[in-house]
């Protein structure tokens, strides 16, 4: 008896070993799954393909998660996992993680190329690869980059962590930058990547401050639009960009906007650098952004040249991807994106 449970403890320890890996034994390579798992890439654009075209919001949902999680102890799909007994408080409970969706879609990701390849692939390798597919689709193409892949999956979500790692959107411009540098982001980073909130939707609770901020912060017709429609239930969602208004409000509260209205939202583009220009973006932090002299003249630069935006915000991507999980951490490849596997100790 006592030999047996020796063994089983030694095949334990073993089996430990072999699952959790230290994380910064992985170099990122693109084309990491080409022979581990081939065409995982297509799967999961496939699923990507398919979500948006019943929902191109669930694209921006995707974008914004890439960003939640790799602020948060690198790129580690920590943001995925949901709350357990042994962790009530994980990530995704964070106040400044409002409105975060396409779990769901993940998910079903994974459960798919589990079927392929079980035990492969990671669940923050597969958020990268969807969130690029995504910009590539909203963006028409024009943001397209090469994911470098080989991430594994953290033990660990705090909420706590989430709050304090993450920038709020009522930060002020001095705010933005240190949050940024702390995770050795630039000013013009700090520009490029706010351009993905040319699509999208936020909550108004979001942005509560500028339904009453002065005309030199937010053009008067659009801070009457948004009161308009925050007055509609509890705490709505409202469109980032202008031109994904709906008609009739649009030609109400701002009829000179009316011929900029679509009927494909959530397109990817600099049109968040106009909106900046002319006042008529929902977030303080976005706002901010006009107040500092480097920012600014980013600004003017990305709402000049589109195809800069598009080239650089990829670049800002890929550089977001490869925020590493905090030294010495552990990762495994996640069974289920939503919790961490089940172990035998
Ligand atoms: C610079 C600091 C940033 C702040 C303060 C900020 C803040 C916010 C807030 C408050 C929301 C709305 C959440 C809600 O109320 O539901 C939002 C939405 C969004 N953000 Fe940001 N954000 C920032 C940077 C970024 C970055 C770097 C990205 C990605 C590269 C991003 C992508 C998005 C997207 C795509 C949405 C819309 C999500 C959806 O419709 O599901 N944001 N952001
Ligand atoms: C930022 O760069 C410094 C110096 O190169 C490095 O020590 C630090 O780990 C980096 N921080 C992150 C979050 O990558
Ligand atoms: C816009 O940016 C692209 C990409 O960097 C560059 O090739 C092009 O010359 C720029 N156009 C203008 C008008 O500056």
Known sequence: MRISVAILCALVAVQVALLAAPAEANELTVGYYAKKCKGVENIIKWHVIKALKQNRRTGAALVRLLFHDCFVRGCDA???????????????????????????LLEEIKAAVEKRCPGVVSCSDILIYAARDAGSILSNGHVHFDVPAGRLDGFVSNADEAQKELPDSTFTVQQLIDNFAAKNFTIEELVILSGAHSIGAGHCSSFTGRLT??????????????????????????????????????????????????????????????????????FNSDWQLLTHTEARSKVHEYADNA?????????????????????????????KCSSINHRLY
């Open 213 to 282: 901020a002065p005309p030199e912060q937010i053009t008067p017709a659009y801070r009457d639009l948004l009161n308009y429609k925050c007055h509609q239930g509890p705490d709505p969602d409202v469109v980032n960009n202008i031109r994904d208004e709906d008609y009739a409000t649009v030609a109400r509260f701002m009829p000179g906007f009316v011929s900029r209205v679509r009927k494909i939202s959530d397109f990817m583009d600099n049109t968040y650098y106009h909106n900046s220009l002319a006042k008529i973006v929902t």
């Open 78 to 104: 920590s943001v995925l996992l949901d709350a357990s007994y042994e962790n009530p408080r994980p990530e995704k409970g964070a106040p400044v993680n409002i409105g975060l969706a396409a779990f769901d």
């Open 307 to 335: 195809t800069l935006w598009d080239v650089d915000f990829g670049d800002s991507m890929v550089k977001l991807s490869k925020l590493p999980m905090p030294a010495g951490s552990k990762g495994e490849i996640r069974t």
